[in-house]
């Protein structure tokens, strides 16, 4: 009856606040009691029924982004495309691709630590980087013609990279790399302990101008600046080898031996090693094709590439000789930044790659030994 309802919506508000504040102990006991009266606990536990299935949905709803983080974000000049974005998490590099329509995009991550999320465009152009972790969402709006600017909503580390790139939007446009690179060392020297300093060495600092005073801000970073140990560590190491960290490798299109045009990538659980031999040989191709022979029967399961940069095929081709390769030859015209190359971020010659099967790089660097340390 009316009056039994009445008294059932009166018990179903009480119990629901019981339930949803975590008074489970005081939840547990009304209900107990409310089963001596049958009559109005059958009705309160068919309403209960339904409204806790309802609130169910709505907590998992409302903690579903506690695992994960997300990045709505909108490119001014963009138009329809792939984009991609590149992470940093337990020391491994993660990349997501997703479609920009007209400009705006979303990628959702995991990474229960902060980390910078670059952004990609088809052509793998940098449009922006956000900071972020865990159970936060990041709205982001970029140009495509100006490095600088980054209007960020969200995440407070976001916020104080923004600010940065718009107090030094004419060196970032520019690339003025003096100027920039005494306003990155003013901010570390302000602010020794705050992360952000970490990231803005990281991705703006001009290290090839200035290796030394890379290294200096680097060692003026406090504790509490050092959040990613790994990222500094690789860092500092770049800094040595003549080359920035490479965290995925791009898929390359060369020509073969065959005189045809082949990818070269990892495969389905394949890593790869690609070796980029220098133009003037300083031993035997012989010497040079036995080794990549050997390595190739020491690791079948591992995709083994030699590129060359003679200057033509027919010197290429004439190298060879009577050498029989186990492994893949390649052959690019043009040095070492050229558009195909320079992803690479290739220090000196020879250089070498390591990646995994994902295309994640275990190793870029100049030294045979360590490209070959395999795990």
């Known amino acids: 009856n009316r009056e039994t309802r009445d008294r059932a919506d009166k018990a179903l508000s009480r119990v629901s606040f019981l339930f949803i504040s975590g008074d489970l102990n005081s939840f547990y006991i009304i209900c107990f009691v409310g089963s001596i009266f049958r009559g109005t606990f059958d009705v309160m536990v068919d309403k209960l029924l339904s409204y806790f299935a309802f609130a169910a949905l709505l907590f998992l709803f409302a903690c579903g982004g506690a695992d994960s983080f997300t990045v709505i974000g909108e490119v001014e000049g963009l138009g329809t495309q792939n984009v991609h974005a590149i992470y940093r998490v337990n020391g491994r590099y993660v990349q997501v691709t997703n479609a920009a329509l007209d400009g705006k995009f979303t990628f959702t991550g995991v990474s229960s630590k902060p980390t910078m999320v670059d952004i990609y465009s088809r ?175 020491q690791h079948s399961d591992l995709v083994v590439v030699e590129l060359s940069l003679v200057a033509d095929t027919a010197m290429w081709h004439s190298q060879l000789g009577e050498v029989k390769p186990e492994f893949t030859r390649c052959w690019e015209p043009g040095e070492i930044s050229s558009p195909s190359l320079a992803k690479l971020h290739i220090g000196q010659l020879p250089w070498f790659v390591v990646t995994d099967s994902l295309g994640n790089v275990k190793y870029a660097g100049p030294e045979y030994g360590r490209a070959t340390e395999f795990k």
């Open 123 to 297: 052509t793998n152009k940098l449009l922006g980087s956000v900071i972020v972790m865990n159970g936060e969402t990041v709205e982001v709006k970029l140009k495509v013609d100006q490095p600088a600017y980054m209007d960020v909503k969200g995440d407070d580390m976001s916020v104080k990279y923004s600010r940065f790139l718009k107090e030094n939007s004419t060196a970032v446009n520019s690339a003025d790399s003096q100027t920039l690179n005494n306003a990155i060392g003013t901010y570390i020297s302000k602010n020794p302990n705050d992360p952000v300093a970490t990231y803005i060495l990281i991705s703006l600092f001009d290290s090839k101008a200035d290796v030394s005073l890379a290294d200096s801000l680097l060692s003026l970073l406090g504790d509490r600046a050092l959040s990613d140990n790994q990222l500094v560590a690789s860092y500092r190491e770049s800094l040595y080898t003549g080359h920035d960290t490479l965290s995925v490798f791009e898929p390359l299109r060369l020509y073969t031996s065959g005189d045809s045009v082949t990818t070269v990538a990892p495969k389905a659980s394949r890593g790869l090693f690609l070796a980029v031999q220098d133009t003037e040989l300083t031993e035997p191709y012989d010497s040079i094709a036995a080794r990549y022979n050997r390595l190739k029967k």
